[in-house]
């Protein structure tokens, strides 16, 4: 168990319809980061919150979004799903703005859109 | 911007051959740099990261990598393969005000027993 806990672990849905990732970071970790894991793009960086704010912004499509709460949760939004959309999501924590260190990653939520 | 190439997409080797896989990145100011290990099913692991410092840096699992600045590389090494290092590789790296990491597209390690 790597502190980071991602829920549901795995997910089917239909096209167009929305989805919830959630994630709760490592205990003490301020920032969280949301990668896309797929088999031709590879780990893609979507999105940077720190301590409730949105920091850094990557490939992430305007249909996706998400937001960190006050306890430090954070959850990433999908809609208008496609067959494309499907992917492996992983969060990842870091205690500070800066992931100097690295991260430690979730175990992932397998979304599959059919 | 930043960008990570990881040479190889696939590596199979034998148990006791001895493991490189090239990566090199983009960025020509301050930079860290990570190794992360993927299981078969599982969530990424760090196995080792290179701060400042010591270029040649040791990991867990016998790993090491090396800083070369010069060449932007940073090739990650083990002597001795054992079957249960089967698993995918990703370099990533980190630099100037940036406070994500970008990854390498991966290299698959295979080790035959």
């Known amino acids: 168990d790597s502190g980071v806990t991602q829920t549901p672990k795995h997910l089917i849905t239909a096209t167009g319809q929305r989805v919830t990732l959630r994630c709760s970071p490592r205990?003490?970790?301020?920032?969280v980061y949301w990668y896309q894991q797929s088999l031709d793009q590879g780990l893609q960086f979507l999105i940077q919150y720190y301590n409730g704010e949105e920091r850094a912004k990557g490939n992430i499509l305007e249909r996706f979004s998400a937001q960190q709460f006050p306890d430090l949760h954070s959850e990433l939004n999908l809609s208008s799903l496609e067959l494309g959309d499907s992917a492996l999501y992983f969060c990842?924590?870091?205690?500070?703005?800066?992931?100097?260190?690295?991260?430690?990653f979730g175990s992932g939520t397998r979304l599959t859109v059919v | 911007a930043q960008s990570v190439s990881q040479h190889n997409h696939h590596v199979i080797l034998s148990e006791a051959a001895s493991l490189e896989l090239g990566c090199n990145y983009s960025y020509g100011g301050t930079v860290n740099l990570f190794w992360y290990v993927q299981y078969p099913g599982q969530h990424l692991q760090l196995l080792l990261k290179y701060f400042s410092g010591d270029p040649l840096v040791k990991g867990i699992k016998g790993f090491e990598a090396e800083f070369i600045k010069s060449k932007f590389s940073f090739n990650l090494r083990k002597p001795s393969v054992q079957w249960s290092d089967t698993a995918e590789y990703f370099c990533?790296?980190?630099?100037?005000?940036?406070?994500?990491?970008?990854f390498g597209k991966g290299t698959k390690l295979s080790v035959k027993p």
């Open positions: 990842a924590s870091s205690a500070w703005l800066q992931a100097n260190y690295g991260y430690t």
């Open positions: 990533a790296v980190r630099g100037g005000s940036q406070g994500n990491l970008i």
């Open positions: 205990s003490g970790d301020l920032s």
